[in-house]
């Protein structure tokens, strides 16, 4: 029903920026959450950021005034403009719409993932 692409990624020095895109397509009107999660290695993957297609935004503690989270429903895009990066912040990000169906059933659809490295 929803297909995810995920770009941005990239090798940046500790307090450094970057942003990432994430395009949806496919029946992009049943989206009722678009966010990004990330996975370390050895780790779990972990919430990093969601928005609603009224932009009202929820973050990790661990990420909050450094992290901002915007959506474009017109371009059907959730955007993670990651600023003040610290090496913790290393890891592969994947973007992530939660869908829901006439009967607010909830499926959750994923991009293929992108490699963000924070480095010196």
């Known amino acids: 029903q929803v297909q995810l692409v995920d770009s941005g990624g990239g090798l940046v020095q500790p307090g450094g920026s970057l942003r990432l895109s994430c395009a949806a397509s496919?029946?992009?009107?049943?989206?009722?959450?678009m966010g990004w999660y990330r996975q370390a290695p050895g780790k779990q993957r972990e919430l990093v950021a969601t928005?609603?297609?009224?932009?009202?935004?929820n973050y990790a503690d661990s990420v909050k005034g450094r992290f901002t989270i915007s959506r474009d429903n017109a371009k059907n895009t959730v955007y993670l403009q990651m600023n003040s990066l610290k090496p913790e912040d290393t890891a592969v990000y994947y973007c992530n719409a939660d869908v829901r169906d006439r009967h607010w059933k909830r499926s959750d659809y994923w991009g293929q993932g992108t490699q963000v490295t924070v480095s010196s």
């Open positions: 496919g029946t992009t009107f049943a989206i009722y959450t």
């Open positions: 928005a609603t297609s009224a932009n009202m935004t």
